[in-house]
């Protein structure tokens, strides 16, 4: 995809839509229920994102597909030093970058935030206020994206917490490969775990990049 045409932008310009919903699936199963999720939504409109290309080998459903409340998070992991919120294709990049802080004593919560709009502020606002510092990852545009939404709730919430959001700058990303264009923009799970110590003065090693 040239500049242009990345698809980085569907967050931010959906967002403000009133009653429109927002979703991004971790995973090809988790695809699947969302796609259940979407027929059965009959309170306004719905928008998922996903990527094309090949998915992560998780095992399909081949019945019970049930619909996901709308607007449930889960967590995926659990610590007490830093709060990561993956959306779609950043939640497993979010669980390796626990795994790096974890190897250098930060535990991290990881939850796969599945939805944009409507926030899951009953699970992620406890948990912003208990940890204190908040990472926000996603694929998509930093200005009015997933990570906006967080720090947005945040804020209206009246919670004292740090939050830092890892997305694409107010730039155009030149033509790439996923991978290349990820490492170009500081992405991958090392260049996140490294910028996530640096913004939280957290224990800094030399992570190889």
């Known amino acids: 995809d040239?500049?242009?045409?990345q698809g980085l932008y569907d967050i931010a310009y959906l967002r403000c839509i009133p009653n429109m919903v927002l979703m991004a699936p971790k995973d090809e199963a988790e695809l699947q229920r969302m796609l259940v999720t979407g027929i059965h939504y009959t309170d306004g409109a719905i928008a998922m994102r996903y990527p094309r290309g090949s998915g992560y080998g998780a095992p399909l459903m081949e019945e019970g597909w049930e619909p996901l409340p709308i607007g449930e998070a889960e967590i995926l992991r659990q610590g007490d030093d830093v709060l990561l919120l993956g959306y779609g294709t950043m939640v497993y990049p979010a669980m390796q970058t626990a795994e790096i802080l974890s190897e250098h004593g930060i535990e991290a919560t990881v939850i796969n935030a599945r939805f944009a709009k409507p926030l899951d502020e009953e699970l992620i606002l406890p948990l912003a206020e208990q940890i204190g510092q908040v990472v926000t990852l996603e694929e998509g545009c930093l200005m009015g994206g997933f990570g906006s939404a967080v720090a947005e709730s945040i804020l209206d919430a009246q919670i004292s917490a740090k939050?830092?959001?890892?997305?694409?700058p107010d730039q155009l990303v030149d033509h790439a490969k996923p991978d290349q264009a990820k490492a170009?923009?500081?992405l991958t799970p090392p260049q996140m775990a490294e910028r996530i110590l640096a913004s939280f003065k957290l224990q800094k090693p030399m992570l190889k990049v």
């Open 2 to 5: 040239g500049p242009t045409h």
């Open 163 to 168: 939050v830092l959001r890892l997305g694409v």
């Open 184 to 186: 170009t923009l500081g």
